[in-house]
Each structure stands twice: as C-alpha cells, then as structure tokens.
C-alpha cells in the first residue's frame, strides 16, 4: 500500500493539456469571485500596479 502512493506522488505525475486547462480555469474562476466579493481591495491593488508600472515606466537611465 505505501509502494503505491510513493507511486502516485504529484510530483512525478505528467498532466495532460486538458487537465492544465481545468488547473488554470480554476484559478481563474477563484481570482474573479475575489475580485466580486472585495472590489474595493482590488481596485486599490489596481492603483498600486498602476504606480508600479508608472515607475517602471519613468525616463530615468542609469549612467555608468
């Protein structure tokens, strides 16, 4: 019996695409009910991507 669930241990087991496919639906569908039940979290999670991004974004080059 432990021979067979050393075995079927999750890190030696190859996905197929589809099973891939649900893993990342899932995901999906977990993220979005967050966003529908805590928009206010999320929108202030937006604005902090935003600013990130505006950062990133600036002219500023670094000079050796």
Request: charged share 30%; no cysteine; hydrophobic share 25%.
């Amino acid at each position: 019996m432990f021979e067979e669930t050393q075995n079927n241990s999750f890190g030696s087991e190859q996905w197929s695409y589809e099973a891939e496919q649900n893993w990342a639906g899932f995901w999906d569908l977990i993220v979005k009910e967050y966003i529908r039940q805590n928009p206010e979290e999320y929108k202030k999670l937006k604005e902090l991507g935003k600013q990130n991004e505006n950062n990133r974004n600036s002219d500023y080059s670094y000079k050796a």
